[in-house]
């Protein structure tokens, strides 16, 4: 299975919920792998990656960075040229837009994310006819290089794996999820998700963020309804 991190995880407070990381542990004790597809650093996804105990690939800065594990051999490959939306960052301070950068910019290698207190619409009409696509994850505002993305990285890792997303249940809220969520075999999303994330969803769970995670994976079976969660 495949899950977005902050709002599907998390609180609406990005507090990192308990009850989701036991249904995730028994998701991988009963032979599925997990992989994390996020918008943060590659550092923060595999820290929680290790803390989770996951098993799976990780699709880290919104589709440009790839870890994987082979063996004992750990692997990052970077899937997007940063220039581009360098450049792009560029255009919007040249215009005057009250931008700025995240903390966590400082180790991004493959986009730019910024604070979302302007428009997605605002940056797309700053940024022009420049090659780099505008994503927004409700936490932050994605510039990257035309072709990238959540559901390219995707692509990438399961290749890899000899899978494909229609085998996958995937999980997101954000917009920048929307594309992996339609590819997915079965996809998920919360009411806290945005509008075109619960549009993209076949399971639309009652319950907002990572309540409404669980519920969701109840929903498709893959942890009991008893709440007796651990190894088979």
């Given at each position: 299975m495949i899950t977005d991190i902050d709002g599907t995880l998390t609180d609406r407070n990005r507090r990192l919920s308990t009850a989701a990381v036991e249904a995730l542990r028994h998701v991988e004790a009963h032979g599925r792998p997990v992989i994390l597809a996020t918008g943060n650093v590659l550092p923060i996804a595999l820290a929680l990656h290790r803390s989770l105990g996951l098993s799976g690939p990780i699709v880290a800065e919104n589709g440009g960075i790839l870890y994987r594990r082979i063996g004992r051999l750990e692997q990052v490959e970077t899937l997007c040229d940063r220039l581009p939306a360098l450049e792009a960052w560029r255009r919007l301070r040249r215009a005057g837009l009250p931008v700025r950068t995240l903390f966590t910019d400082r180790w991004?290698?493959?986009?730019?994310?910024?604070?979302?207190?302007?428009?997605?619409?605002?940056?797309?009409?700053?940024?022009?006819?420049?090659?780099?696509?505008?994503?927004?994850?409700?936490?932050?505002?994605?510039?990257?290089?035309?072709?990238?993305?959540?559901?390219a990285g995707l692509r990438h890792a399961l290749d890899a794996l000899g899978m494909t997303l229609s085998e996958c249940l995937v999980a997101g809220d954000g917009d920048n999820d929307v594309a992996m969520l339609r590819a997915a075999g079965y996809a998920l999303s919360f009411p806290s998700g945005s509008p075109r994330a619960r549009a993209a969803a076949d399971y639309v769970a009652r319950a907002e963020y990572a309540a409404g995670f669980v519920e969701g994976l109840i929903h498709a079976g893959l942890v009991p309804r008893n709440g007796r969660l651990g190894r088979p």
């Open positions: 991004r290698e493959s986009e730019v994310a910024i604070e979302p207190n302007v428009s997605v619409a605002a940056v797309r009409r700053a940024i022009g006819d420049l090659d780099v696509v505008v994503e927004s994850t409700g936490y932050a505002i994605h510039l990257m290089q035309t072709g990238g993305g959540k559901l």
